[in-house]
């Protein structure tokens, strides 16, 4: 990005928004254009909201994170530098370094970075932090030439690779990826001595426009992508299967063809991973099957939640993938290498991300993978995740029983289903899954609202409010942690602020065995819920005019009383868990 264009990008978003996104730039050195890329970078990102980012005092990072005043802030960003582990690794400071010093450095560092990371864990009890460890490279006060790596210089690197570690295992901190800052931004092209000494500034522009980015991603944190829908053909094996034959296809070194079995280890990995694996391919399907049943596959067909295999449109071979799953087309990236198919399939289902695959291109293989890692990357591996493509599995088995009873979900087959359901009242704030589905669950979401995770964090401190968690499974398989209603208890009422489903769980009346669990648990006579209509919410909206009797209105009041009398039949088996 450059300056003119972020500074138009400020200009143009002051005013728009009475709801502000409040960061703190925490940086040891004059904040500048690092400030001004930063705030144009997160304000791309959140649009429904003014961003606004405040720095600190100069030179002294630790107090500037010892003074910040939490409560006000929804995220900070920490920009460490050398200079400020020791003031004697910069340039500002002179007469600071000599042979017969270097060690009290090293020793330095350790105190520095002791104080640092419990300042670090400190803040992050209450606000998300982005980290950024030190990106120039030492000034030249070692004693060993340029070419060679010194002792203190490399024990220096251990303690801040060390200090990474460790905060990097708290709740709430991410740290930005050095890879990737050393891909965006080269080394040699990173320090400016001549603003750094006219005006406290160390970053070339191009750097500062790098790092800003990378803290804002860091901070927006995008939920990942929920499945990828691949051709075969030409992308997951080099070859035409049905021309070549299942023999004459490959992926290999001795074909020359490895770069399409690193492809095919790459959804592999996202699909242990959790992430949803479709093919839909214009082929016969016996070829394709006889492709899978070779033993040099690695993405095995247990790996795939579904091939659609047909001489049809691949638009739709891609809808009949996303009826199976279920799932938004926005949440969903399709592979191909024709062109004229991405197009086909944009144009059918415009929030699917296309993706052109590289034919020929080892090189842009690789850089697709790396823009799959980008699109589907998550910070940690929950249940819900490793067993996602079997619970689609086992809802396409219910989805066969159902279409065998003419009364859809009956209640013999719910009854049938051995569901049990896990009730869970903690106010865990690091709950990742509880907040990531708030954020991405549009069909059954009572008024479509999404929550920065540091208003997640004060809304769960403050007293009188609720979380209220529900996990599921049934002999069908497993579904983990489905619903989430988060409120506040009043003297005489509960206020439901906030309830969203999973569409896995839908038709299996845990929105009703949630809403006895709040009765009972809270022990109060009513519950009004801040329901708002939205262009996705209709399950929502069905859910309360079949128990109302009625087209819901805002707010949606619903009597204890009026619930038992119109509560349908339920078979779960419910146990309450409470991991406070």
């Known amino acids: 990005m450059k300056l003119i264009d972020a500074l138009k990008i400020i200009q143009k978003s002051s005013g728009s928004s009475t709801a502000t996104f409040k960061v703190a730039l925490v940086c040891g050195f004059t904040p500048l254009h690092l400030q001004t890329f930063l705030q144009a970078e997160l304000q791309q990102l959140f649009t429904d909201h003014r961003v606004e980012v405040v720095t600190g005092l100069y030179g002294d990072l630790r107090g500037t994170l010892e003074s910040l005043r939490i409560e006000t802030l ?52 209450s606000t998300p932090v982005a980290v950024s460890l030190p990106t120039l490279g030492f000034p030249p006060i070692f004693s060993n030439a340029g070419w060679q790596a010194g002792e203190i210089a490399l024990r220096l690197k251990q303690e801040v690779a060390s200090f990474g570690v460790q905060i990097s295992q708290m709740n709430g901190v991410k740290v930005l990826n050095q890879d990737r800052l050393d891909h965006d931004s080269v080394s040699s092209e990173r320090f400016n001595a001549r603003s750094e000494w006219s005006s406290g500034f160390p970053y070339q522009l191009s750097h500062a426009s790098a790092v800003a980015k990378l803290l804002a991603m860091l901070i927006r944190n995008p939920l990942p992508k929920k499945g990828l829908i691949t051709d075969l053909d030409n992308t997951l094996w080099n070859g035409i299967v049905g021309e070549v034959g299942v023999d004459g296809i490959h992926w290999d070194q001795d074909h020359n063809s490895a770069h399409y079995g690193f ?20 082929n016969e399907p016996s070829s394709v099957e006889a492709a899978f049943n070779r033993e040099d596959l690695l993405l095995t067909k247990d790996a795939i939640s579904m091939l659609a295999v047909s001489w049809g449109s691949k638009a739709q071979a891609v809808s009949q993938i996303l009826n199976a799953w279920n799932v938004g087309a926005e949440s969903v990236v399709f592979v191909d290498d024709s062109s004229l198919e991405l197009a086909e399939v944009s144009l059918a289902h415009p929030e699917v991300e296309c993706v052109q695959f590289p034919l020929g291109d080892p090189q842009g293989i690789y850089d697709l993978a ?24 086992s809802n396409s088995e219910l989805r066969r029983l159902v279409a065998e009873d003419t009364e859809g979900f009956s209640d013999a087959l719910l009854e049938q289903a051995e569901a049990e359901l896990t009730i869970n009242v903690s106010k865990d704030p690091n709950d990742t899954r509880a907040f990531e589905l708030i954020n991405k669950t549009n069909q059954f979401n009572l008024n479509g609202r999404r929550v920065t995770e540091a208003a997640w964090r004060t809304y769960l401190q403050e007293p009188d409010t609720f979380l209220l968690t529900a996990s599921y499974k049934d002999r069908f398989g497993a579904l983990g942690k489905i619903a989430v209603i988060t409120g506040r208890v009043g003297d005489k009422r509960i206020s439901v602020d906030t309830w969203v489903m999973s569409c896995r769980a839908f038709a299996r009346r845990i929105e009703h065995q949630c809403l006895k669990a709040v009765f009972e648990k809270f022990d109060r006579d009513e519950i009004v819920f801040d329901y708002v209509s939205t262009s996705r919410n209709m399950p929502v909206a069905k859910f309360f005019s079949e128990l109302l009797n009625d087209e819901p209105a805002s707010p949606v009041t619903i009597s204890r009383s009026w619930f038992d009398t119109k509560c349908p039949t339920l078979f779960h088996r419910v146990t309450e868990r409470n991991d406070e």
């Open 370 to 393: 790396i823009r799959l890692r980008d699109l589907f990357g998550r910070g940690m591996i929950s249940e819900e995740d490793r067993f996602r493509s079997q619970s689609i599995r």
């Open 263 to 282: 492809y095919q280890q790459m959804l592999k990995t996202l699909s242990e991973e959790g992430v949803l694996i479709a093919a839909a391919s214009k």
């Open 74 to 125: 929804d995220a900070v960003a920490i920009v460490l530098e050398w200079f400020d582990v020791d003031a004697r690794l910069g340039i500002r400071q002179l007469g600071g370094w000599s042979p017969h010093n270097l060690e009290s450095i090293h020793e330095r560092a350790i105190l520095f970075l002791r104080h640092l990371k419990q300042l670090v864990e400190n803040v992050s009890r």
